[in-house]
């Protein structure tokens, strides 16, 4: 097993796509958050914790 986490060992395309996503992933979620503070449904209340899940495993360099 390897020691270490090195982002640049993955492909480009891989790389390209979570530098991205880490992109838009908050301002998604923020929308999510005024969506489900006007009208809460349990859809959107599961949807905002799927993206805040994502967003931390992104940050936290997890995916």
């Known amino acids: 097993m ?9 492909p480009p395309w891989i790389r390209k796509t ?4 880490k992109g ?3 301002p998604i ?3 999510q958050l ?3 503070l006007l009208i809460p449904t349990a859809g959107d209340f ?3 914790c799927v ?3 994502l967003a931390f495993c992104l ?4 995916i």
């Open 29 to 31: 979620s923020v929308f």
């Open 18 to 21: 979570r530098f991205y996503c």
């Open 59 to 62: 940050y936290k360099d997890i």
């Open 24 to 26: 838009i992933i908050i």
């Open 2 to 10: 390897r020691k270490g986490y090195n982002p640049y060992l993955l």
């Open 34 to 36: 005024i969506r489900l």
């Open 51 to 53: 993206l805040a899940g």
């Open 46 to 48: 599961i949807l905002l």
